[in-house]
C-alpha cells in the first residue's frame, strides 16, 4: 500500500518550501540586488520549479513583499520578548541587543537584504516602509527607558534622547561589522552599552 501524506505532513511541507524560498532569495537579493536577480536563479538554488514559486508568491515580487513581512515579524518577537523580561533597564536593553546579533546570526541573508536596500545603492526594488523597522525599534527602546525613568532608575533625562542613545551604539556596532567584519566583536555594543549606563545611572555601581 503506497505512503499518503496527512493534511499535517502536506502543509509541513508547503511551509518548509515557502521559508527555503525565502531564504534563497534573501542571499540572492543581499548578493545581486533585487533586478539582477531571476525567478530562474530563485527556484534553482532552493531546488523547486517556477509554479511553485508562484504558488506561494504569486510573483518575484510577491516573494520580496513576503521577505519584508518575515523581517517585520522577526522584529516584532524580539521587543515582544524584552517586555517579557525582567530586570533593570540596562539588562533589558543588553538583552535586545543579544537578541538582534542572534538573529542576524540566525537570518543572515535576511539582514543583509535589508541592510543593503536601506543604506546600499538602488536595486529597483519595489518601494516599501524601511523606516517602520526604525520606529518600531525606536517606540520599544523608548519605552523601556521611560519606565527607568519613572521609577527613578536612571537620571532625569529626555527619554528620545536616550532612546537616540542606545540605538546610535547598536546601530553602528552592527553596521561597523557588516561593513569592517576584520574589527567584529560582538561584546563591543555591550561594553558601550554599559559605558553609557554608567552615565545614565543615579549613583548606582553598574
Known amino acids: 500500500m503506497p505512503f499518503r ?3 499535517h505532513d502536506i502543509k509541513s511541507l508547503e ?3 515557502r521559508e527555503r524560498l525565502m531564504e ?3 542571499h540572492l537579493f543581499a548578493e545581486k540586488g533585487y533586478a539582477s536577480t531571476s525567478v530562474r536563479e530563485i527556484v534553482a538554488r532552493a531546488g523547486v520549479s517556477k509554479p511553485v514559486l508562484y504558488y506561494h508568491f504569486q ?3 510577491g516573494l520580496y513583499y513576503a521577505i519584508l513581512k518575515w523581517g517585520e515579524e522577526v522584529q516584532k518577537i524580539i521587543i515582544d520578548e524584552v517586555f517579557e523580561v525582567s530586570g533593570t533597564v540596562q539588562d533589558r536593553i543588553i538583552f535586545l541587543y543579544r537578541r538582534i546579533y542572534e538573529e542576524i546570526q540566525e537570518y543572515k541573508g535576511l539582514y543583509s537584504m535589508i541592510h543593503g536596500l536601506i543604506y546600499g545603492p538602488p536595486q529597483g526594488a519595489p518601494g516599501y516602509d524601511f523606516p517602520n ?3 518600531q ?4 527602546v523608548k519605552r523601556i527607558c521611560f519606565e527607568g525613568l519613572s521609577s527613578g532608575e536612571i537620571k532625569k533625562a529626555n527619554a528620545d534622547d536616550v532612546a537616540f542613545l542606545v540605538l546610535s551604539l547598536i546601530d553602528f556596532s552592527l553596521n561597523m ?3 569592517q567584519p576584520e574589527l567584529a566583536d560582538p561584546q563591543r555594543p555591550e561594553r558601550l552599552l554599559r559605558l ?3 552615565g545614565l545611572s543615579r549613583g548606582k555601581k553598574i
Open 59 to 61: 510573483s518575484k515580487e
Open 137 to 140: 525599534m525606536f517606540e520599544a
Open 196 to 198: 553609557a549606563f554608567q
Open 15 to 17: 511551509s518548509g518550501t
Open 24 to 26: 534563497t532569495a534573501s
Open 177 to 179: 561589522e557588516k561593513i
Open 5 to 7: 501524506k496527512n493534511k
Open 133 to 135: 523597522y526604525h520606529r
